[in-house]
């Protein structure tokens, strides 16, 4: 039976009843598929493709036409999962108006159903404007990852009082400034676990502990298709990337070995059309 259309109340409703979500990054068709058939809360079409599709070094190079495409896919894929898609870097940093356009071009162009940016108070007349443009915002602050140059690299955030504040203060205005949703991306559970109890919006973890109300993963983590890193608080469900290998390695094997193509793999001529032919090269055709 087809999942019911998720929206933005019932991902709310979630955090009212105490049910935790569970979300994932996807970056195509058939992902979105197999999230939607296993029953996924929503999906974030990541600017993390720029690692896991693109194999750039980290998510700035990433375009809004690359996010756009992806969107498109991952809709297609998955029309009753709640999607968001994530404004890459220089999406919205400029300004609000240019902010408002982007974030409306995943919508028009892509159908999804809301989109997130990084940031804390640097960027509440960002989230202002594109909430005031009739979409649904998640905000998202700790490890940002287009931002990590500031942050001295990959590191996780909050760890110390003095940190954790600001990032309590951060949160505090983007529910107030009226984003809908938060993700927090690498902050130790106790603060995260404070932020999601203080905020009446669902406070969702990348790495931020059990104690939020829902789960994010990267999916070519979860599946262990990503190679370069594992993150810390990645668990890994599968190794897609071994099966596949070893599949490659089985088929050039065989090709090698004249294994494959086998007969069962091959299309026959029609009955009576092979001893024709037969006799035609004899004539030489």
Not at 47 to 70: A, F, N
Not at 133 to 159: D, E, F, M, N
Request: charged share 25%; hydrophobic share 40%; aromatic share 8%.
């Amino acid at each position: 039976m087809p999942q019911k259309k998720h929206s933005i109340h019932t991902i709310q409703k979630m955090k009212t009843t105490g049910e935790k979500v569970a979300w994932l990054t996807a970056y195509d068709y058939p992902t979105a598929q197999f999230a939607e058939a296993a029953g996924m809360d929503m999906l974030l079409v990541g600017d993390s493709l720029g690692m896991c599709v693109y194999g750039y070094e980290g998510t700035v190079p990433v375009t809004m036409d690359q996010c756009i495409v992806h969107c498109e896919a991952v809709r297609r894929g998955a029309p009753n999962t709640f999607v968001l898609g994530d404004m890459p870097f220089m999406s919205y940093q400029a300004s609000d108006e240019e902010a408002v356009r982007n974030a409306g071009r995943f919508l028009k162009e892509a159908g999804v159903d809301g989109v997130k940016l990084e940031g804390g108070k640097r960027v509440l007349s960002r989230i202002k404007a594109i909430l005031d443009a009739g979409i649904v915002v998640c905000g998202h602050i700790g490890l940002t990852p287009q931002s990590s140059g500031q942050l001295g690299g990959h590191k996780a955030q909050g760890r110390t009082i003095d940190s954790a504040r600001p990032l309590i203060e951060d949160a505090l205005a983007i529910e107030e400034a009226g984003a809908q949703m938060l993700l927090l991306e690498a902050v130790p559970p106790e603060v995260a676990g404070f932020i999601a109890r203080k905020l009446s919006i669902p406070v969702l973890s990348i790495g931020a502990g059990p104690y939020c109300d829902g789960q994010l993963l990267i999916v070519s983590d979860l599946i262990g298709q990503f190679q370069a890193f594992t993150p810390k608080f990645v668990k890994k469900y599968c190794n897609v990337a071994e099966i596949i290998t070893n599949a490659m390695r089985a088929y050039i094997d065989d090709v090698k070995a004249g294994r494959f193509p086998a007969d069962e793999h091959c299309y026959h001529m029609l009955k009576g059309e092979k001893e024709k032919f037969e006799e035609l090269i004899k004539e030489g055709l």
